[in-house]
């Protein structure tokens, strides 16, 4: 019953991206979800498509700009991050699979970084759990507090994007933070996104090579070509042009959905289950790429 009135609200133009998420933590810590099962294979997808929706509503000449101005940023954050995260891992005590497994998903994009780089390594579903349980909570808190940091540093909306595509881990919470900011904030930090989300091919590559998996499969995530698609159909076919808004509305509701989803899988036992020393590790490496690339994005930019 609360879900389904939660998920209702959901859908209406009242909701958005962070009290959906609010409401998913409200509902895992008191109800619970009875759905739990069906939300987390719905959640992938969901994601998937609202992403491809919100490329109708791009300019492909402005999305090119944008990332250009974040590919730099992209290769030196995410290279600091798993060197970094090596040597946080190492001196925590921590496996090698799960320091790994966190610091992709810290460099690149959160739970999507992580699914593809797990069985990869052939990691165990505990160790995968930890590693999402993780990146997660720390997504959690990130949506709520980049906007506010944004409007107190006075940060323009092309900061804002590029600031959120590189500190915030999951693409769910890049695209919430960023719509929260503006419009142009979401175009840059959707298009850095996903450019930077295009590396869970080389780093997965390089992790079967580094941990001498052999036979293992590279997951390709081809959504992101769905977004290229959609974004070129709206910038060189004007007869397409009239769909766009429709389609973007239908991306952000479906955006904030999966984000009620996600926060609907946060319970109290899921969070309490990753143990202190994964928090450590993936609290270090944020806040070391969130402050760096912070520091970078106001002085450069």
Known sequence: MVFGLFLVFCL????????????????AQTAGNPFSRLTKKATARLLQFSVIGLGFGMNAHAAVQAGREGILFTVVSI???????YFVGK??????????????GTAICGGSAIAAVGPVLRAKDEEMSVALGTVFVLNTFALFAFPPIGHALAMTQNQFGLWCAIAIHDTSSVVGAAA????????????????????????SIGTA?????????????????????AMLVNTFVPAAQPLGPVMVHLA????????????????????????????????VLWLVISTASLWVVLHVV
């Open 12 to 27: 209406t133009p009242w909701a958005s991206p962070p009290i959906a998420l609010a409401l998913g933590l409200v509902l």
């Open 79 to 85: 290279s600091g991050t798993l060197i970094l995260g």
């Open 91 to 104: 001196w925590l005590g921590l496996g090698r699979h799960v320091v790994h497994l966190i610091s992709c």
């Open 180 to 203: 929260a900011y503006g419009s142009k904030a979401l175009e840059v930090a959707t298009t850095v996104k996903l450019v930077r989300a295009l590396w869970i091919i080389p780093v």
């Open 209 to 229: 090579v580094l941990f001498k998996q052999k036979g293992v499969k590279i997951t390709v995530p081809y959504f992101i070509f769905g977004f290229i698609a």
């Open 252 to 283: 952000k509701i479906g955006l904030t959905v999966t984000l009620f989803f996600i926060g609907a899988g946060l319970s109290v036992s899921v969070v309490r289950s990753v143990g202190v020393r994964p928090y450590v590790l993936g609290l």
